[in-house]
């Protein structure tokens, strides 16, 4: 069956350094890929997508990678903040494929 | 321009009983997608629709049925509560073509339901 995995649940990292979360999927194959970002009783909010062709995005402090052969992205956030504190949710997407999973909380601590 | 909005914030059913939940899309947006959000896991899929039809649907039973209108607000009705439905309904809209499903969604801040 086709799943989505990220990383572990939570993740705690120091102010300054680089957080990197990680997406898995399997048994399908995306032509797209979001990430989303949602705080506590909120809804999700839309960071970055990439496509299968693209190997690389950044904006701003954000970088996402996108390798369809290992199917895995990974997300990082360089000088993370105590405001970069959040779930962060990926969302690999085909036609008509509108899942996400199940998301990675990041705490960065001051 | 408006983001989207939902009605309402919080609600509290009994098991067995119907619910309807309301959603206002962006400005300019023709898609609309449902979410279900259990604390602590990602948002399921419920069903899209694109320009007032049902365009994809998730692993959800019939009794979860919803509605868009000419101006691209939306509804989400479910019947029969049950417990489990407890959760986050999350309104999504976006702009795009019938199946796309790479687009910016735009999320409401949505509406906690409780059954008890």
């Known amino acids: 069956s086709q799943k989505i995995e990220q990383n572990s649940e939570a993740l705690n990292i120091q102010e300054g350094k680089t957080a990197t979360l990680t997406c898995n999927y399997t048994?399908?194959?995306?032509?797209?890929l979001q990430w989303y970002r949602q705080d506590p009783g909120r809804g999700p909010v839309f960071l970055l997508l990439?496509?299968?062709?693209?190997k690389e995005k950044r904006k701003e402090r954000l970088k996402v990678t996108f390798d369809t052969t290992l199917k895995q992205s990974l997300f990082h956030i360089t000088a993370s903040q105590p405001a970069d504190s959040a779930t962060y949710l990926c969302?690999?997407?085909?036609?008509?494929?509108?899942?996400f999973g199940a998301g990675t909380r990041l705490t960065v601590k001051p | 321009e408006t983001g989207v909005t939902q009605s309402p914030t919080h609600l509290i059913k009994t098991r067995g009983q119907q619910v309807t939940l309301r959603c206002s899309s962006q400005?300019?947006?023709?898609?609309v997608s449902w979410y279900q959000q259990a604390l602590g896991q990602g948002p399921q899929f419920i069903f899209q629709?694109?320009?007032?039809?049902?365009?994809g649907r998730g692993n959800f039973p019939p009794r979860f049925s919803g509605l868009q209108f000419p101006n691209y607000s939306s509804e989400l009705n479910v019947n029969a509560l049950e417990l489990d439905d407890s959760a986050l309904y999350l309104c999504?809209?976006?702009?795009?073509?019938?199946?796309?499903?790479?687009?910016?969604?735009?999320f409401g801040p949505g509406t906690r339901l409780t059954v008890l």
């Open positions: 990439i496509r299968e062709n693209e």
């Open positions: 999504a809209s976006s702009f795009g073509a019938s199946g796309e499903s790479y687009n910016e969604q735009f």
């Open positions: 629709y694109y320009r007032e039809e049902e365009n």
């Open positions: 048994n399908y194959s995306p032509a797209y």
């Open positions: 400005s300019g947006h023709n898609t």
């Open positions: 969302a690999p997407r085909g036609d008509n494929d509108m899942r």
